[in-house]
């Protein structure tokens, strides 16, 4: 029995377009539905599919024995159950169980097919195989190996404070009182004082506003598809970390764990998600690190998380999505290599969500650890001094900056880092921050992972075409990420601390020091502080903001555009300007090693690096001045970007 299937509707063009336009009102400070967010009821009535056409799709599903469980409250998805014989009669497709590197999988071995008379309601299946999206989260490696680096200098609660300039607003009162952050999840934590032990450790207890709960949201109406998931393992450190880093960006708000189980078929986090955003009291703001490539996850899976987002933000949630944590090569992650070229992922590259990306410290490369972290910890145990230089975060042998730290001039060929031996022992890897355009948002490649065939990309919104002119490429598609945060894992020596007591699945007892305890970096850190970084925002001006990407994409643009980049500039360190909303990462890329022919420059030797061209090294991608696709607008100065927010 295949239980809980998700049917997606679509909207008439004209009403689609409609929603895109009023969206655009809701996030207009001239318009007078400006901040005007709707109900559940207001979105279905207004933009959902007519209630005579999901009637005749549930009817219709009912004839081939298929049980219809509920239909959301936003109207375009309905629940539904049945065995792989009624699928196989409904939408002519088989379901088989199948072995993928000696683990057992159920897949359709073809593409559902509509019928013909419903193609213009009904988008597709969501999902038909029980493969699930990755977590973005890397673990610090047991040692050091980066030239010149020989002391970790693990970010503590403190440090995130100090070097993202928290602390005014926390001296202010304002540290996320009466703000909820729900961070998505198909788990439960391993244990919930795993929270309360990283908090008091790291001073944040203070806030006593602050508060961790679980919850597994129900529908508004119909059978319950989202059952307690229980601990998952290999998944719940990513639950810890989302809730733990949440709350030291934001420690005087509510953190709320959503989750669900997964089904045979469905992901429990978008369960989770869409059971919040059609219910009656949804959250403001939500935080994801889960992800999978457009061109693995499926049209109608990319569809079903544009969806929910644009729900979201029509309803005035600010939703933040990890960007990856493999470059470029999002095809490609949690691998070695990469070989299905240049990709990104479908769970962040939506134009109604805020993806996030990655970068690292650049101290330790420039040689100057001594002017930005003291030699012991506060009592706290933070020991940054300022806001530190930032580079992309990239493990890779393809990183210009690490292959030069080495003693190597090139990446690529024979005689380049990513062939040597330093290179081949411990740099093949696709861990970095990810980027890129979007391919493959819809349509199918003709070759699997890969964007081709009929694939097509987001259209580029409007707030991102603000920065064409100051590094975002004239491409008419969706990039990314929009902004990114520290998400190193420890390659030049710095990384997140987290509390997971869960030993025998990697953790760590969070006794002792705390750098005992385990640790490691991901864009998975990035989204939750991101997320708890707008709560303040929240608090500050008292109410929910729905997609923040058009205020951040303005301020920077006024920023760069007045001051140029040159003064926020990144590489500057404790030199930049104290006016700084974001800073520009200029130095550095996000480059990864790859085979094959697709989107790889690989002139002679074994390995070849990520490139838009295959016949010359274009790395993908490197830095710049203003907007980039290895870190976006870049980083931020937490207190100037609350003070700077439009009231």
Known sequence: ??????????????????????????????????????????????FGPADADVSIVSNWLSTHGLTVNGVQAGGVVIDFSGTAGQIRDAFKTEIHQIDVGGVGHVANMSNPRIPAALSDVVNGIVSLNDFRPHTNFKSRPAYTYTSGS?????????????????????????????????VIENTNVYSSADWTTFRSTFGLSSYTSGSFTQIHPAPASGANNCTNPGVVAGNEREAELDAEWASAAAPGAAVVLASCGDTSTTFGGLIALQNLVNSSNPPAIISISYGECEAMNGATANA???????????????????????????????????????????????????????????DTYARTTASYWTAANGTTDGSAISYVPEIPWNDSCASVLIAAANGYRTTYGTTGFCNSPTGN????????????????AAGAPSESGVVSGTCRAYAKPAWQSLLLLLGNP?????????????????????????????????????????????????????????????????QATGSRQG????????????????????????????????????????????????????????????YGVLSTRNSSYSKAYGTGAGWNFATGIGTVNVTNLVNAWPR
């Open 474 to 538: 004239a491409d008419g598609v969706r990039d990314l990420p929009d902004v990114s945060l520290f998400a190193a894992n420890g390659v030049w020596g710095h990384y997140y601390i987290v509390c997971d007591s869960d030993v025998p699945d990697g953790g760590a007892a969070c006794t002792g020091a705390p750098s005992g305890w385990a640790g490691g970096g991901g864009t998975s850190f990035a989204a939750p502080i991101w997320a708890g970084f707008q709560a303040l925002v929240n």
């Open 150 to 182: 020989s002391t970790y200098h693990a970010v503590a609660p403190a440090d995130l404070a100090t070097i993202y300039n928290l602390n005014p607003m926390f001296r202010s009162g304002i540290s996320g009182q009466g703000q909820a952050i729900v």
């Open 304 to 362: 079903a998380y544009s969806s929910v987002y644009q729900q979201a933000v029509a309803r005035g949630i600010s939703v933040f999505v990890s960007a990856g944590d493999e470059g470029a090569a999002s095809c490609d992650a949690d691998l070695g290599n990469a070989t299905h070229g240049i990709g990104v992922s479908g769970f962040a590259s939506t134009p109604y969500n805020v993806a996030v990306g990655g970068t690292d410290f650049g």
């Open 1 to 46: 029995m295949l239980d809980h299937m998700q049917l997606l509707l679509k909207r008439p063009a004209e009403t689609e377009a409609a929603l895109v336009r009023f969206i655009d009102l809701l996030h207009d400070p001239k318009s007078p539905y400006f901040h005007q967010w709707l109900t559940a009821e207001q979105f279905r009535v207004n």
């Open 425 to 440: 022992a411990y740099f093949l890897t696709t861990a970095s921050g990810s980027g890129g355009p979007s391919g493959c």
């Open 547 to 606: 997609n923040p990407n058009p205020v951040y994409y303005s301020l920077a643009a006024t920023e760069y555009l007045l001051g140029g980049t040159s003064t926020c500039n990144s590489s500057r360190g404790n030199g930049v300007a104290s006016n700084c909303v974001f800073y520009d990462i200029t130095l550095g890329d996000m480059d990864v090693n790859c085979s094959g022919t697709n989107d790889c420059y690989r002139p002679s030797g074994n």
